[in-house]
């Protein structure tokens, strides 16, 4: 496991790719587990992430687009596996694949309120991390948001396809790598120590996109 601290390197790479239709299939089923509907279990999730009030929303790697259902109107998905993002159409979403988002009205600087990745930078490096939320913070208004939702020990350590580990520390670091205004970061649903032993505990964090420093005003000439 690679970590922005201290935890120890894992020396293998995943063997199992997040752009086939194996991965969609297999977030589908999860997602739509019979227990899971019963039980409503995505409900504290689903409050954690509309009381951020995100306003209109690029959800970045967006999978099956569960998010998109908790997100405000005029949001929009986002993300490189094609098969998710037919199973999020399916269910009335708008999303799109990366070429198809590029080529999209949406594409357009300052479109959007806030960007949203939940377990999405703990799939890549560092380096590969900050190139693919740097490349969409164009289309986030001056003074948007930009959360940030990942796995904590045993959520990371139970998919294959994870490869970098996100503490609050390192979130903080890489906002601000980014330009970011990061805020505190936070456990969710339980305090962090829980994340040990409680697969789907989380570490949340929201920054801010700073104002753009203004060019001071030109002196006038004097005759």
Known sequence: MVTGT???LRLWLPSVSTEGRDYAERLRAKQNAPWK???DVQRPYR???QRQELG???????????QLAWLAPGSVGVDHNEHSVAVARQ????????????????????TFDSMVLSHVVEHMDWDDGIRLVGSYLS?????????????QEVGFRSDETHVLF????????FSRELGLEPGRP??????RATGKVFIYNETNLVARIPPTPTEPPAVAQQD
């Open 91 to 110: 269910a009335g979403h708008t999303a799109y694949t990366v070429e198809e988002f590029l080529a999209s009205e949406h594409a357009q600087a300052g």
């Open 166 to 173: 996100f503490d609050g520390d390192d979130l903080v670091r």
């Open 6 to 8: 201290s935890c120890p």
């Open 139 to 151: 289309y986030i208004r001056t003074g948007g948001r930009v959360m940030f939702i990942v796995p």
């Open 47 to 49: 409050r954690n992430l």
């Open 56 to 66: 209109r929303t690029l959800d970045v790697g967006c999978g099956i687009g569960r």
């Open 37 to 39: 509907k019963a039980l």
């Open 186 to 191: 936070w456990s969710f649903p339980f305090p």
